[in-house]
Nanobody
Framework: QVQLVETGGGLVQTGGSLRLSCAAS????MGWFRRAPGKEREFVAA????????DYADSVKGRFTISRDNAKNTVHLQMHSLKPEDTAVYYC??????????????????WGQGTQVTVSS
């Protein structure tokens, strides 16, 4: 069983930045997803275990960057130019297929509890 713990959420103004982190040990591909109020959970970004492969939702391309430090068992989501529509609970997820870096939620085996990101207008 893999325990995932997200940190770094909070309240930020439009145009601001936040960095989310997720601690996870083991050889896993990692993804970030989010659920906005009244909406379905959606894909944000993903990274393979090696870090060589990444994928992003169109809505965050150019603003968000996913990265990982395997020596510290940590995955980060750096978010810039935040918009009110980025307000959501953000979840990290782990996939036992270490080479995967995609958006299919069913591929991910483990999920964190989520961290709230609120962007004020």
């Amino acid at each position: 069983q893999v325990q995932l713990v997200e940190t770094g959420g909070g309240l930020v103004q439009t145009g601001g930045s936040l960095r989310l982190s997720c601690a996870a040990s083991g050889r896993y591909a990692m993804g970030w997803f989010r659920r906005a109020p009244g909406k379905e959970r959606e894909f944000v970004a993903a990274i393979s275990w090696s870090g060589r492969s990444t994928d992003y939702a169109d809505s965050v391309k150019g603003r968000f960057t996913i990265s990982r430090d395997n020596a510290k068992n940590t995955v980060h989501l750096q978010m810039h130019s935040l918009k009110p529509e980025d307000t959501a609970v953000y979840y990290c997820a782990a996939d036992g297929d270490a080479s995967y870096s995609g958006s299919r939620q069913s591929k991910y085996d483990y999920w964190g509890q989520g961290t709230q990101v609120t962007v004020s207008s």
